[in-house]
């Protein structure tokens, strides 16, 4: 291939295939330029900066076309493309994780402009922070290749630190800010130094590449190299457990929860760990299998220009320089990332169990620890944005659960690890709802009595039924108490525990279930049987301001998907129907 051939098929893929298929972040990058330059003029100060976030948002939204994932409306079973030469990958997961973020994202906005915070003159950078953190999200939920693992960690990170210290003149929420910022650089740091090892190790940065060399290595070049990939392995482990605030990488987490605003804490909460737990999938499962070469095909969902794409072939670049132990590539040949035919999938999927087994071990522990961790230490916690800083910890764990047990199915049965991934999603669809409707109720709260004590919460149903009641099933949620939505959650995610092998995670899980009892009801017992604490201001508002029905409009999914789950179940298998086949 010549230089003239090189750059018409770069220009093709990107004009054709990639842009596309990225048009949501591009969106949301405009977006993020139009708030700027609307504080130019004098009149665009006075417009709230929320009028222009929200409209994108929803474009965004338009874009990242969520119902390309009902059978009636895909052209093909399996729209997979690698975008950009293959550093990023669309696929139906990245289909779901980019819709609900940027579900999370409307009605994040919606919540912040109900709740006050930020007002007129740091909205503009309170919402140019929350969209370029977002943007770093969906890079993370698609990523295809280690450069743009670090690259859509980073981009989520830097804008979380900002906000994290928002709320000028106080020094928690800048002692919050510090906090974040040091632990953040330094996981980066070891996440960069891991990335580094591996691509030293294996001659490639582009993770199916890397799988696939993985598999080939011969015997005795894997054993010279084994001390360097189990490091690399863990020091990226370490960046991904940052995001994910999974013990031990969560001493951030309390304090800046505790010191950053409300509204700041459901945007880490849960947006960010969404990323996160795509991100971990990606890492994972693309580390753990080597499936087909796939011959891709652009996203064709609802444009001329998505109707317009054609189908092409992956392309991977791939090392000149021979590796000790691995024979140099024909110079003659062309770039191709189709194995050879000595290394079919089967065999490949067959010589990463080790893989598998230390990817497993790994998450597996991660998660026990973090969600044993997480319940035991919220028990005696007396502010409320503190406890729900553990009890995210504590569902960090959880969440990792299903990943384990999916990597631990790769080996038996291909569909079954495909479902434990879409239990993972559905989990995270139903968390949105559940962690974004308590911190609302926290910062309405906040913005009534000026308080976040839990003490002071007593004798809410006296004064607001209404928001005690909604708190009260959120909690019984998060629980995983039937007839809400954490029950199915929690249930689906814990049954592919059970034929992956897992028995010892699952009676983990619920022991820490039942655990968590506690600490969740002892905030529904201050609100409906303690005496109203003297001094407090009023407790009251109505269920008919803005901030009621919110309230109602969060809380009321937390009880329709625990009685009416399969819409949203159904949606989350088929983001991971052909995931791996």
């Not at 049954?495 to 655990?515: D, E, K, Q, R």
Request: charged share 15%; glycine share 8%.
């Amino acid at each position: 291939m010549n230089f003239q051939e090189l750059l018409d098929h770069l220009i093709h893929d990107t004009l054709r295939v990639s842009l596309p298929g990225f048009m949501p972040e591009l969106v949301l990058c405009a977006t993020i330029v139009l708030m700027l330059l609307a504080r130019l003029p004098a009149f665009g100060r006075r417009i709230n900066t929320v009028w222009i976030a929200l409209p994108g948002c929803l474009a965004a939204l338009y874009f990242a076309a969520p119902w390309r994932l009902l059978p009636g409306l895909r052209e093909s079973a399996d729209f997979t493309a690698p975008i950009f030469t293959g550093m990023l990958v669309y696929d139906e997961l990245t289909v779901f994780f980019r819709s609900l973020l940027l579900v999370f994202a409307c009605l994040f906005l919606v919540f912040t402009r109900i709740s006050g915070i930020p007002d007129r003159e740091d909205s503009p950078d309170f919402y140019t922070l929350v969209l370029g953190g977002i943007v770093g999200m969906c890079l993370m939920a698609s990523a295809n290749h280690m450069v743009m693992v670090f690259l859509g960690v980073e981009m989520a990170s830097v804008p979380s630190y900002a906000l994290a210290g928002m709320l000028k003149g106080r020094r928690q929420s800048s002692e919050a800010a510090l906090k974040y910022v040091v632990y953040g650089a330094g996981t980066a740091g070891v996440m960069l130094y891991g990335i580094s090892l591996l691509a030293g190790a294996l001659g490639s940065v582009h993770m199916p590449t890397m799988a696939m060399q993985l598999a080939t290595l011969p015997a005795e070049a894997l054993a010279e190299r084994q001390t360097v990939l189990l490091m690399g392995g863990l020091m990226v482990m370490v960046g991904v457990a940052f995001k994910l605030s999974a013990v031990p990488f969560h001493f951030w987490c309390p304090d800046v929860f505790e010191g950053a605003s409300a509204e700041v804490n459901a945007f880490l909460s849960v947006a960010s760990k969404a990323a996160a737990l795509a991100l971990l999938a990606r890492l994972a499962l693309g580390f753990g299998f080597v499936g087909e070469p796939r011959t891709a095909q652009a996203p064709t969902a609802h444009s001329a220009a998505y109707r317009a794409l054609e189908k092409r072939p992956l392309v991977v670049p791939q090392a000149r320089d021979a590796l000790p132990g691995r024979d140099a590539p024909d110079s003659d040949a062309p770039d191709s990332n189709v194995p050879d035919s000595g290394a079919s999938p089967q065999n490949a999927v067959e010589r990463l169990a080790p893989v598998r087994r230390f990817l497993v071990g790994l998450i597996g522990l991660l998660a026990a620890v973090t969600c044993t961790f997480g319940n035991l230490a919220a028990y005696n916690q007396t502010n409320m944005k503190r406890l729900l800083a553990y009890s995210t910890i504590a569902h960090a764990g959880y969440l990792m659960m299903p990943v384990a047990a999916a990597v631990a199915l790769i080996g038996k049965d291909i569909e079954l690890a495909e479902e434990a991934i879409a239990s993972l999603a559905f989990y995270a669809g139903v968390y949105v709802f559940m962690n974004l409707g308590a911190f609302a109720i926290v910062a309405f709260l906040r913005n009534t009595i000026r308080s976040e004590e839990i003490a002071d919460y007593g004798g809410l149903i006296h004064r607001s039924p209404g928001v005690a009641v909604a708190l009260s099933l959120i909690l019984f949620s998060l629980i995983g108490l039937p007839p809400l939505a954490g029950f199915p959650a929690k249930l689906i995610a814990f049954a592919y525990l059970v034929p992956s092998g897992l028995l010892s995670l699952l009676v983990i899980g619920g022991l820490n279930t039942a655990l968590s009892l506690f600490y969740y009801l002892r905030v529904v017992k201050v609100m409906t049987l303690d005496p109203e604490p003297a001094g407090r201001l009023p407790a009251s508002f109505s269920m008919w301001s803005p901030a009621g029905i919110y309230v109602a409009m969060i809380t009321l999914p937390v009880i329709v998907l625990g009685v009416s789950f399969e819409p949203l179940n159904r949606w989350a298998r088929l983001a991971a129907d052909h995931l791996l086949s």
